[in-house]
């Protein structure tokens, strides 16, 4: 909630120069463009804490950030080299805490308990909205489209128990400073795009971002690391066959899949996350399945 009458501090000139590029058009666009300087400044608090020894980045997030991927991402997604049982977030959470203070956002940073057994560990970083418009730009309330007790909300998760086969890389982010960051390598990306998108079961809200992250790598002529995406598959039930995972099996899993999606829930998911929504209009089965056979690889 912003208080009346309160002065409101700004953000320093580097964060404003990071809102800039975004050329934000409207309340959504300030949004998405605050949730990402936001995730920017994380990882450059995960870097100073010596995270990125044990882990690495993946998921959209990673896509968007080091590789240019065209949507926006709401989470932060993590894996671990190696199984850790013994891991904890919360040890690294006081360094993001304090670098995103360091440039001027008041957030809140809590580590989420778990209800039941799990290899994902969680932690959420929130903050008012509002409040960070008004530091970041000129506006003054009330915005159209956010309410004054509006809060956003960013997760970061991270995998303890991360299935084997997966090869990294070194990415570099330059702002709010530099930093570097270990990523999944692309190849093995997609494989862990595939499997959220096979995974994923369609009795409940379809993530339409799947789809779209699984056209950009189709788009580019990026292979999937199978023996990864296999190992991803067979850890979570959805691979039990005794033979290797091949491409044409691979296809026969995606074809099956398609048939079963709610396209048009799939594209109202990503609609908010895009500027350009038109090629959304291809989307349906049929399509998916056409664009698998001709376009996908195996590494």
């Not at 998405?32 to 990125?52: D, N």
């Not at 932060?76 to 690294?92: A, G, R």
Request: hydrophobic share 40%; net charge neutral; with cysteine.
């Amino acid at each position: 909630m912003v208080e009346k009458g309160k002065a409101i501090m700004k953000y320093p000139s580097t964060i404003q120069s990071m809102l800039d590029r975004y050329q934000c058009r409207n309340s959504d666009e300030y949004r998405q463009a605050l949730k990402e300087i936001v995730q920017e400044i994380t990882l450059l608090g995960l870097w100073r804490s010596q995270f990125f020894i044990h882990a690495a980045c993946y998921g959209g997030t990673a896509l968007r950030i080091f590789h240019g991927l065209d949507r926006f991402s709401e989470d932060l997604d993590f894996s671990l080299d190696y199984p850790n049982p013994d891991f904890s977030l919360v040890e690294y959470l006081p360094y993001v805490r304090d670098e995103l203070a360091a440039w001027g956002f008041e957030m809140e940073i809590t580590q989420k308990n778990k209800s039941h057994e799990s290899a994902i560990q969680s932690a959420f970083i929130k903050g008012g909205t509002l409040i960070h418009l008004m530091k970041i730009t000129s506006i003054e309330p009330p915005v159209p489209g956010v309410p004054p007790n509006e809060m956003l909300k960013i997760k970061l998760e991270i995998d303890i128990n991360p299935p084997p086969y997966a090869d990294f890389e070194t990415k570099f982010g330059l702002a709010p400073l530099p930093y570097s960051a270990r990523v999944y390598d692309l190849p093995s990306l997609f494989a862990g795009k595939l499997h959220a998108l096979i995974a994923r079961s369609w009795k409940h809200r379809v993530k339409g971002r799947d789809y779209y992250d699984y056209l950009w790598f189709l788009g580019r002529d990026i292979p999937v690391k199978v023996h990864h995406l296999e190992a991803r598959l067979r850890q979570s039930g959805q691979w039990t066959a005794s033979e290797s995972l091949t491409r044409a099996s691979l296809l026969q899993i995606l074809s099956a899949h398609f048939a079963h999606v709610d396209f048009e829930q799939a594209k109202a998911d990503v609609a908010p996350f895009l500027k350009d929504t038109r090629a959304l209009d291809l989307w349906g089965a049929i399509f998916f399945d056409t664009v698998s056979r001709e376009r996908l690889k195996i590494v």
